[in-house]
Nanobody, 125 residues
Framework: QVQLRESGGGLVQPGGSLKLSCTASGRSTYRANSMGWYRQAVGKERELVADISSGGTPNYTASVKGRFTISRDNAENTVYLHMNSLKPEDTAVYYC??????????????????WGQGTQVTVSS
């Protein structure tokens, strides 16, 4: 019902930067509440990187504070992750997630959490 489409991953050298983008689409009445990014490295569990409320309040995991910035465009249901000073340990598949609501044709509210398919970020020289 709601799809999240990520873009912006790739290969970057240590100390470099990348910008990830994620847009929710599929229902014209959909509005995202919280949006965020998780990541999963090989052999590790998925972990929260950062999330942001509909009012714009960000939250970061300790290892990325001061290096990553999360932002959003509510009108476009889009969330961004600006990643600076990247380290090899940032290498992972990054997943976009959003918790939001849309209304059915019968005007019934539906609340759901959606996930993107993931985008690979590799930090290596």
């Amino acid at each position: 019902q709601v799809q999240l489409r990520e873009s912006g991953g790739g290969l970057v050298q240590p100390g470099g930067s990348l910008k990830l983008s994620c847009t929710a689409s599929g229902r014209s009445t959909y509005r995202a509440n919280s949006m965020g990014w998780y990541r999963q490295a090989v052999g590790k569990e998925r972990e929260l990187v950062a999330d942001i409320s509909s009012g714009g309040t960000p939250n970061y995991t300790a290892s990325v504070k001061g290096r990553f910035t999360i932002s959003r465009d509510n009108a476009e249901n889009t969330v961004y992750l600006h990643m600076n000073s990247l380290k090899p340990e940032d290498t992972a598949v990054y997943y976009c997630t959003a918790e939001g609501r849309y209304y059915t044709d019968e005007d019934v509210p539906v609340v759901l959490r959606s996930w993107g398919q993931g985008t690979q970020v590799t930090v290596s020289s």
